[in-house]
């Protein structure tokens, strides 16, 4: 039995004899941290329905990606796109100021309205359904008034503006339009 004590000694020793070998572990700096990915605008998400805008104009209006011009007048831009009509109009309420906006059973009708960046032109848009119903068309209407005709200063250079005499008769009677 001696031989079994030494034995037992050795292995209730050899546990602490081995942790106290083990080499001090040092303080590890905390990790950097992971570098950041390339910085760039922040992720957007639209809401449902929204609309963004597109690179086709009708007047001063920037038509919703989706829209296209089909043609284009002097006074009128007619446009149409796979687009839901109510979508459509939220998008232009958005981007029109004053007049008045009206919902009907053909569409949604904005008069008089103006855009922030031509606020003198006075615009007067609907947005229907498509006929096929695929879809919607805007139609933009440009109502401006046309700018007066300067008078003449006085009272006399206005009547013969007017083809008349200063005191009411005309000036060449054959000409009388």
């Known amino acids: 039995m001696p031989n079994r004590i030494p034995a037992a000694c050795l292995l209730l020793a050899l546990p602490i004899l081995a942790s106290a070998c083990r080499k001090k572990e040092e303080p590890q700096a905390p990790p950097l941290p992971a570098p950041a990915a390339e910085a760039g605008p922040p992720i957007d998400s639209l809401a449902p329905g ?4 597109g690179t ?8 919703p990606r989706g829209m296209h011009v089909d043609s ?7 446009a ?7 979508h459509v109009a939220n998008y232009v309420r958005a981007r029109v100021r004053g007049g008045t906006g009206t ?13 922030p960046s031509e606020p003198s032109r006075l615009l ?14 805007i139609e933009v209407r440009d109502i401006t008034p046309a700018p007066p005709l300067p008078l003449p200063p006085t009272t006399a250079e206005r009547y ?13 009677p054959m000409h009388r339009q």
């Open 50 to 53: 929204e609309l963004v805008e």
């Open 103 to 115: 919902r009907g059973a053909v569409g949604t009708v904005f008069d008089n309205v103006a855009v």
């Open 72 to 78: 284009n007048f002097m006074s009128a831009v007619y």
């Open 124 to 137: 007067h848009i609907l947005v229907a359904h498509s006929p096929a119903g695929d879809g919607c068309r």
């Open 56 to 63: 086709e104009k009708a007047f001063a209006l920037v038509l």
């Open 80 to 86: 149409s796109g796979g687009l839901k009509a109510d």
């Open 160 to 172: 013969r503006a007017a083809g008349l005499t200063p005191d009411g008769k005309f000036i060449d």
